[in-house]
């Protein structure tokens, strides 16, 4: 039985089919690998192109708030831009988190959400929202080509390989694009032959090409820098860790780095306790910079932004260092934005600069603060685990990283496991790569993030999220039945504090009745994150002590396709007391390190 390729009203099947195919491939010639496609029927003649394509991986999931931090995870990790397909209506607003999300990180989506024909809008017809414009300023690009006709079919190319270059290389950068895409019964037909591609299966169209700094300023910027106190601040997004610092040697400059920035190494230059020690006055007195060059997404830290800002107030120079000029901060300290690709920046840097522009004194007060404030940190964290031999939020976060096999991946729920990575976790001499949805800076799709990265195949990847997290992403244990497919290993380490723990560190915790407090910030749940993941069927390990853990990540990650280690920790108060203890040992030290050097 041949399949309908026209329809009682006139619809082409054929044409519709045909355009989705020519879509597909063209995405297919200009690298896609992977789509995500979410059960519906007006979204049939996309799905059909998607499932049925050579060489492009088609993962398909239930929900597609889930789907939208999947795709996030798969681009983020994979490089790649990632096509997510939804039918229409709701199906396409539950999306809008995720698009968000992928808008303010840079990470590149192709999000076609299929619509009703526009003789079905504003009559009743189900299913049928209005969605034009529907994610409004949060994509690079959006279009909407309206019911496929064989007599345009010379510009369906064009319109995929804009899509791409939008979502990839467009003048904001990487971001999501939405293709708004209508569709007539009937939905599914087989498609004719293609549009003709361009030769050597390249796509129609292909940008290339990033701004950069004139040489004259980088010279300038050298001669001005020479001999000054100075540092860089290093977040996700940095350079390679082998460029920058080669770069900081010879200026004799410390890197301040984030867990994210990949730059946080065993290296006399790195500076991983900056958060701590921007904590202390004497810190603050005393090791201000004339210099600071921001590379990569900013810090989460407070106390790392008052230094900078205390920095700025004494007329520091505050560069960042951004191709796409974003206006990362919010507390206005930049001075001067240089619009270059940063390890390009990096390396054009080094070639002006001299050696031995800056005395060895400056960097070694940094190591010397440094190195007490991880003796320090170790004590308190590693040496007792909150007093009670129970595991704590900060013995988790600078544990996990060195029980990492190598080739792993982390990716931080915002709140506070990625404050925690980013304040207690130390160098290491190869360090997994970390990711966390620093966007928008929720905890939206968190497991679904983590789940997509692993799907990338790169290696075994976990994910460390709190409680709430988990349970506020839970959908994303609904896997399809049937074999894995080619996604790596993915663990999910819940730190389970019975709560919001953030909350308690905010002013509503003093604030707030104790009972009010409760029910409306830290918001404990009922449900048990251990029952919840075993009712999904996913392997669940329970740990409370650091040999437990250690012992459960040895045996877990790399061996499951999902997994779920639950970590019960300090209850909430006695974690906030944990961390101040932190604060104040880090302190102490760094003064005592301080006035010995001094």
């Known amino acids: 039985m041949s399949v309908p390729t026209r329809g009682t009203d006139g619809a082409d099947g054929t044409a519709q089919a045909t355009f989705a195919a020519t879509m597909v491939d063209e995405w297919r010639r200009g690298g896609v690998t992977d789509a995500v496609v979410c059960p519906g029927s007006r979204s049939t003649p996309l799905a059909l192109a998607l499932g049925g394509t050579d060489g492009l991986r088609t993962h398909v999931r239930l929900d597609e708030r889930s789907a939208g931090f999947y795709a996030v995870g798969l681009a983020r990790s994979s490089g790649r831009p990632v096509v997510v397909c939804t039918t229409s209506g709701t199906a396409a607003a539950e999306l809008h988190p995720a698009v968000l999300e992928a808008h303010l990180s840079q990470v590149p989506l192709i999000v076609c959400t299929a619509d009703r024909p526009p003789e079905l809008h504003h009559v009743g017809a189900p299913q049928t929202v209005d969605q034009t414009n529907l994610y409004g300023p949060a994509v690079r690009w959006s279009a909407e080509p309206g ?3 064989s007599a345009v079919s010379h510009t369906w190319r064009p319109l995929a390989a804009r899509a791409l270059a939008e979502a990839g290389t467009g003048p904001h950068g990487p971001g999501p694009v939405h293709l708004n895409l209508a569709f007539r019964d009937p939905l599914a037909a087989d498609p004719g032959p293609l549009p003709p591609g361009r030769p050597g299966h390249r796509p129609v169209a292909e940008v290339h090409g990033l701004v950069t700094v004139p040489d004259g300023v980088l010279a300038s910027a050298a001669a001005r820098w020479s001999g000054r106190r100075g540092l860089f601040v290093a977040g996700e997004g940095s350079p390679p860790a082998s460029d920058l610092l080669a770069l900081a040697r010879v200026l004799g400059w410390p890197v301040l780095a984030d867990p994210r920035s990949g730059c946080r190494v065993a290296d006399p230059a790195v500076v991983a306790a900056a958060d701590s020690l921007a904590r202390s006055t004497a810190v603050r007195r005393v090791l201000v910079p004339d210099v600071v060059v921001a590379l990569g ?8 932004t008052e230094l900078l800002a205390a920095a700025a107030a004494d007329q520091a120079e505050i560069v960042a260092v951004d191709p796409w000029w974003r206006w990362r901060d919010p507390e206005r300290l930049v001075t001067e934005t240089h619009r270059a690709e940063p390890a390009g920046w990096v390396r054009s840097l080094l070639g002006h600069v001299g050696e031995g522009t800056m005395g060895g004194e400056w960097l070694a007060a940094w190591q ?26 900060p013995a988790v976060a600078r544990r996990l990283l060195g029980l990492l096999p190598a080739g792993s991946e982390l990716v931080a729920s915002s709140s506070m496991p990625v404050r925690d990575l ?12 970390v990711r966390a949805n620093r966007g928008a800076n929720g905890i939206d799709g968190v497991c679904s993030t983590t789940l997509g990265a692993a799907a990338a195949g790169r290696g075994p990847v976990v994910g460390l999220v709190g409680d709430l997290a988990f349970l506020h992403d839970v959908s994303a244990l609904v896997r399809p039945s049937g074999p894995a497919g080619p996604s790596a290993s993915c663990t999910l380490v819940v730190v389970d504090n019975g709560g919001g723990g953030i909350f308690n560190f905010l002013p509503q915790a003093t604030s707030v ?13 009922r449900v048990d994150v251990v029952s919840v993941a075993a009712g999904f069927g996913v392997p669940t390990l329970e740990v409370a002590t650091a040999e437990e853990l250690d012992e459960a990540i040895r045996t877990t990650v790399g061996r499951h396709d999902l997994a779920v280690i639950v970590a019960r920790v300090l209850d909430r108060v006695a974690n906030v007391a944990l961390h101040d203890r932190v604060h104040d040992a880090v302190s102490r030290a760094a003064e005592g390190s301080l006035a010995r050097s001094g």
């Open 513 to 525: 009745a104790g009972a009010d407090f409760e029910r409306l910030f830290a918001t404990p749940q």
């Open 368 to 393: 010397a603060a440094e190195k007490s404030a991880q003796s320090a940190i170790e004590e308190v964290v590693d040496g007792d685990h909150g007093g009670r031999g129970q595991l704590s939020e």
């Open 422 to 433: 980013e304040w207690f976790s130390p160098p290491m001499d190869d360090p997994p790569l």
């Open 147 to 149: 019911v496929p006709e």
């Open 297 to 304: 997404a900013p810090w989460t830290s407070k106390a790392l």
